[in-house]
């Protein structure tokens, strides 16, 4: 399931998703625009999607794409948060990891504060 990430009308990045439930109810929800916040090196944002933990992990890699069921949000990960213990990646609490981001992370770093983000599915 290709999809495309587009933040702040700037940085577009492309992204495979899981064949996972929680990532098809994502996909299947698609567009989805929202206004994110940076949290360390996160970006989350709320949505509508419902969906319960499904294999869910509290560390995680750059590049990751996951859903954080308590908030209902969609997180991009790409550095340490302000919860991370050394060098790794840690999400606020338990969330559920739905794809893969493909493109280079880089360009996140320099996004502080409030996003703007558009999910959608990779017209083919």
């Known amino acids: 399931m290709e999809i495309k990430i587009i933040l702040n009308n700037d ?12 990532a098809r109810k994502v996909f299947d929800s698609l567009p989805i625009k929202g206004r994110g916040s940076t949290w360390g090196e ?19 890699d750059a590049g990751d794409v996951a859903y954080w069921p308590p908030m209902q949000a969609i ?5 340490p948060t302000p919860a991370s213990q050394g060098d790794e990646i840690r999400a606020a609490g338990p969330v559920n990891v739905i794809g893969k981001i493909k493109n280079d992370i880089t360009p996140l770093k320099k996004l502080q504060g409030n996003v703007e983000v558009l999910m959608d599915k990779i017209k083919i």
């Open 75 to 79: 997180c991009f990960f790409y550095g």
């Open 42 to 60: 996160e970006i989350y944002f709320s949505t509508d999607i419902v969906a319960p933990e499904e294999n869910a992990v509290e560390v995680v």
């Open 11 to 22: 940085i577009e990045l492309q992204a495979e998703l899981y064949e996972t439930e929680t």
